[in-house]
């Protein structure tokens, strides 16, 4: 099979999840019969329109 050199992959990202978020991610896609990778594009997608207007506030 040839690939076509004029398709550009989308950017990938590798993240480590905290202790449990993985698990609650999951049921919530399940619960929504998507898929996890769909979930978390979706609320990025959300959380940077939010942010879009605002100064980002991170308690570190």
Same mark, same amino acid.
């Given at each position: 099979? *040839?690939?076509?050199?004029?398709?550009?992959?989308?950017?990938?990202?590798?993240?480590?999840?905290?202790?449990?978020?993985?698990?609650?991610?999951?049921?919530?896609?399940?619960?929504?019969?998507?898929?996890?990778?769909?979930? *978390?594009?979706?609320?990025?997608?959300?959380?940077?329109?939010?942010?879009?207007?605002?100064?980002?506030?991170?308690?570190?």
């Amino acid at each position: 099979m *040839v690939r076509n050199a004029s398709i550009e992959k989308p950017p990938r990202l590798t993240i480590t999840l905290g202790q449990g978020q993985r698990e609650a991610l999951q049921a919530i896609a399940d619960r929504n019969h998507t898929k996890l990778a769909f979930l *978390v594009r979706y609320a990025l997608d959300r959380f940077i329109e939010e942010q879009r207007q605002k100064q980002l506030r991170l308690d570190l």
